[in-house]
């Protein structure tokens, strides 16, 4: 039998993904739309400039000196210590017990010679047991592991103490865990400890843990600054179960401290009482009663402080130092007992910085009534020169002019603060203070390094605020695609009422700008919602109406509870003759109260919706032999080219937007209508006169993002049309490399474009790239070229493996069906037919769209064809006219050709074939391939004279130009021309 020609469904793919990226002819697409005039007058949307300056100031409940502590050594043990125990036959016969206990008896001689620190030989003998898949073989890796530890090999230790974590015995394993901590503890390896914890924990259940591999991991965490991961991490522990443990103590300890610097004192103070208690070494306890001295101090507990240090320093039990005077100052000071500061400030060193603390501390909560004045007298002259105490003076006084409006003054004590090199819990302060300054004085620029250098030193409690006056900057400066990209971050819920309102307007004008009508309308209803702000609801209106939702719009605005004004009643007009409905828009047109000459392009538009184009020259030519004024005209002329342009007289058209041209007022206007003319241009295929309308516009050095993108893209349509894509191409990479503006879908088209003109290799490669300002349609649209080219390009596996990723994330839907269809695809391609076959059938039984569900059934019968279920193939295939409307018809007539031909029906198969051949868009070369595989099945069944009248159809000369098909012809001439038996 000839051998069953495989049929590759990359037509299948093609058709698919074609028919959503197709190539783009003159169809009237979204960048490429007249700006007509009804759109002049409705672009700007109301500007919000409130704002909320939250000043930080240092007040009686920020302190000038803030102490950190620090964890106590640990003595880990740096010993082997698992289960070897060398047998009384290894002990006896030594060298000898390797004959009898093989691997084991090795294992036992490795263990004692390690034990007598003969690392060298040791080492010798657990290699050999290396190779070993049993529990020896693990513990021979661990032990080896400690043997290169012992010898300095620190990497090579750490190296094979990883390859432990895989050993079968948790108990092995564990040990490899804790040896792997440990080393990684030495050499400070913080992040890499909490790297490996995870890995670890992923394939062991914690029960079997000890203190060591968990203390380790805690401690890497706090090391890391990681506070609260610290303490959840400590907090989710069974620590009863190392209540044995000699480190017991110690999870408490590092608790406290975690808790102490998310300043949760109350939790702090109780993890360090019970670490004292759990060790009740006097070392310790007077190490640890310093905390506790300063964890009833931020309690607000001052007598329990002071009556702590007292006794304390009357057992020896705490240090006599000029923090432990400065803390019992600070006492004295919040308890008002002001007779009793003097002493002790007196018995501070003056050259230390917790004298100059102690002052800082006492002016800033002295009240001249009841403090002793002779205390205050003496040191209004201290002068700070410990950088910590000039950093707080000078936020103090910035605080103090920002109050006062003199905000350079404050700028330069913010900056005198930042000077000063410290690194205060406060710094944040004066960085956050310094952008308000900053924005006060309308220095956007600059306010804006400030808020976003903040975001990388704040935990993450401060971003909602910090980000709210980051974005303020943003809008200041018009910088729209960045203000989009960091709203994302923004958490609404964490933020107040007021300020939340602020953004959704904000945030409204930002995508409005962007032409993201849809979003911003929600923004803007969202506000008028909360607060009834009329200008919130024109100016969501006008989105909807941008967004061309006018039936929304229409129901919005006909409710009783909705306002109404000039400008809703302008769009509800407006959103009627969108909707096809002119003779309702013409009865509240003339039951506004409008003024006819105030409302001529809206009477004109209605007029325009009718068709009566005619009328509409006629009248506005009427219209400008009078006295109008400019703005009037110029409406007028843009009427006249519109209606001209549907008469599809271009050239008048075109003299009539030269007109508005001169009578515009406005950059923009006079922008929009080159624009314009521009792509009459194009549509009337003038493409000479287009290109060169279009060179002129972007040369302006001056131009409005949405214009620039809009011609750009339509050049590249052009040269697109003229077969000249290295120059289309050219001017999408100049495009993305200077300028931000949609930039994604730029991006996008360009791999559209290499998609279009099947540069499968280029688009593939395209596709890799992200961009960290593409929306998640935007991604997935990326993606799915991606996967396709990377089919045609055989990079099925790349394909695979990121199609699997991406399809795990199920909250997002958009083209997930495509997706799923291509990685079935990728499968096929690679071969392995059983897994596409299965995502094929699970992919059939969801709700697809028609198209996407008729390749996916080709596909599932093409993969049970190369399954050889020719029964099942030919029940799933079905009539092949099912698909007679669809872009799989080709290849479900090739499919059942193929069926057919096995089943044993030729005559069906070479009818299908047939019909593929006469098909309107069969190549040259599936033609070809059709007739010999008509006479290849003839031949088959012996019908030798009905194989020669096709073969008399076949040129041998086209054969020539694929070498596959020329073989097949030549062995197919052998057959026809040899006695047939």
Request: proline content about 3%; glycine content about 2%.
């Amino acid at each position: 039998m000839i051998q069953l020609y495989k049929l590759l469904p990359l037509s299948i793919l093609i058709s698919a993904v074609f028919s959503l990226f197709g190539v783009r002819g003159q169809e009237l697409l979204p960048y490429s739309q007249i700006i007509q005039a009804s759109e002049f007058g409705l672009q700007h949307f109301p500007a919000y400039n409130r704002h909320i300056y939250d000043l930080l100031r240092s007040s009686k409940s920020l302190e000038p000196y803030f102490p950190s502590f620090q964890i106590s050594p640990v003595q880990f043990d740096e010993k082997a210590s698992f289960n070897i125990a060398p047998s009384g036959l290894t002990k006896s016969l030594g060298g000898l017990a390797e004959v009898f206990l093989k691997e084991k008896g090795t294992l036992e001689n490795a263990f004692l010679l390690y034990q007598n620190q003969d690392y060298v030989k040791a080492e010798e003998k657990l290699i050999s047991i290396l190779p070993s898949t049993s529990e020896f073989g693990d513990k021979a890796t661990l032990l080896l592991a400690w043997t290169k530890y012992k010898t300095g090999q620190h990497d090579a230790a750490l190296s094979y103490a990883k390859a432990g974590f895989e050993a079968q015995h948790t108990s092995t394993a564990l040990e490899s865990f804790y040896l792997a901590s440990f080393i990684l503890w030495k050499s400070r390896a913080w992040q890499e400890i909490v790297e490996i914890y995870r890995q670890y924990s992923t394939s062991r259940e914690e029960s079997f843990w000890d203190a060591r591999v968990s203390l380790i991991q805690a401690m890497a965490l706090l090391s890391l600054g990681r506070w609260k991961t610290t303490s959840d991490f400590i907090n989710k522990k069974d620590l009863h179960r190392f209540a044995h443990a000699k480190y017991f103590h110690k999870f408490y300890e590092i608790n406290s401290i975690a808790y102490f610097n998310q300043k949760e004192f109350a939790k702090s103070l109780e993890n360090t009482l019970q670490a004292q208690k759990l060790n009740p070494d006097l070392t310790y306890r007077k190490r640890l009663n310093r905390a506790i001295a300063w964890q009833y101090y931020f309690l607000n507990q001052y007598s329990y402080s002071l009556d702590l240090i007292r006794k304390s320093l009357a057992f020896s039990l705490i240090d006599d130092s000029d923090e432990t005077r400065y803390l019992q100052l600070a006492c004295l000071v919040k308890l008002n007992h002001w007779q009793e500061v003097g002493k002790h400030l007196s018995g501070i060193n003056k050259s230390s910085v917790f004298y100059q603390s102690a002052v800082f501390l006492i002016q800033t909560n002295a009240e001249p009534a009841n403090t002793d004045s002779d205390l205050l007298k003496s040191i209004q002259d201290v002068r700070y020169d410990f950088p910590e105490m000039v950093f707080k003076s000078s936020l103090k006084k910035g605080n103090l002019h920002f109050q006062n409006k003199r905000y350079k003054r404050a700028e330069q004590s913010y900056l005198q603060a930042l000077s000063a090199g410290v690194n205060s819990t406060e710094y944040h302060f004066a960085h956050y203070n310094l952008g308000l300054t900053h924005l006060k004085l309308k220095e956007c620029e600059k306010a804006r390094r400030n808020f976003a250098e903040l975001l990388y030193s704040l935990p993450p409690k401060n971003h909602p605020r910090v980000r709210y006056h980051l974005l303020y900057s943003l809008y200041g400066l018009n910088r729209t695609q960045d203000f989009l990209k960091e709203i994302e971050n923004v958490q609404l819920n964490k933020l107040s009422r007021e300020r939340r309102n602020h953004l959704l307007f904000m945030h409204g004008n930002v995508l409005a700008k962007t032409a993201e009508y849809s979003e911003a309308s929600k923004m803007f209803f969202e506000l008028w919602k909360q607060v009834g702000d009329t200008k919130a609801f024109e100016a969501g209106i006008k989105a909807l109406y941008h967004d061309r939702k006018f039936d929304k719009a229409l129901s919005l605005l006909n409710r009783k509870s909705s306002p109404v004004t000039s400008i809703t009643t302008d769009i509800k007009i407006r959103s009627l003759l969108n909707t096809n409905r002119p003779r309702q828009a013409l009865r509240t047109l003339n039951q506004a109260s409008f003024k006819t000459e105030e409302q001529i392009d809206l009477i004109l538009e209605v007029w325009m919706a009718n068709q009566l184009h005619k009328k509409v020259i006629s009248q506005s030519s009427g219209l400008l032999g009078r006295s109008l004024n400019a703005p009037k005209r110029f409406l007028l002329y843009l009427r006249l080219g519109e209606a001209h342009y549907y008469l599809k007289q271009f050239t008048a058209s075109k003299n009539q937007f030269y007109k508005a041209l001169k009578t515009a007022s406005t950059p923009h206007q006079r922008t929009a209508i080159q624009h314009n003319i521009a792509l009459i241009a194009y549509y009337s295929k003038d493409y000479q006169s287009f290109v060169k309308e279009a060179d002129a516009i972007l040369a302006k050095k001056r131009l409005s993002d949405n214009i620039r993108y809009s011609l750009t893209i339509l050049l590249v349509d052009y040269f697109e049309l003229q077969r000249n894509i290295e120059k289309a191409d050219n001017i999408l990479v100049s495009y993305v490399s200077i300028h931000a503006y949609q930039r994604p879908r730029v991006k996008l088209k360009r791999i559209e474009l290499h998609f279009d003109n099947q540069s499968f290799s280029q688009c593939f490669e395209l596709a890799k790239d992200e961009d960290n300002a593409e929306s998640s349609v935007q991604q997935r649209d990326r993606l799915l070229l991606f996967g396709f080219c990377g089919n045609q390009v055989r990079k099925e596996e790349e394909v695979i493996e990121k199609y699997q990723a991406e399809i795990s994330l199920t909250d997002n839907q958009y083209r997930l069906r495509e997706m799923e269809f291509v990685l079935a695809q990728s499968y096929f391609m690679k071969g392995d037919y059983v897994e596409s076959h299965q995502r094929s059938t699970i992919l059939i039984s969801k709700d697809l769209d028609k198209e996407i569900k008729e390749n996916t059934q080709i596909l599932l019968v093409n993969n049970l064809v190369n399954l050889k279920e020719f029964d099942t193939a030919d029940v799933e295939l079905g009539d092949p006219n099912r698909f007679r409307h669809s872009v799989s018809y080709p290849e479900a007539l090739k499919l059942r050709a193929e069926i057919d031909f096995i089943k044993g029906r030729p005559d069906s198969s070479i009818k299908s074939l047939l019909r593929h051949y006469y098909l309107p868009n069969t190549t040259e070369t599936e033609k070809l391939h059709n007739l010999i595989r008509v006479c290849e099945i003839l031949v088959e069944f012996k019908r030798i004279s009905e194989a020669q009248k096709y073969w008399k159809r076949i040129d041998e000369k086209e054969t020539l130009q694929d070498p596959k098909i020329n073989e097949r012809y030549q062995l197919l001439a052998r057959s026809l021309r040899r006695p047939q038996s």
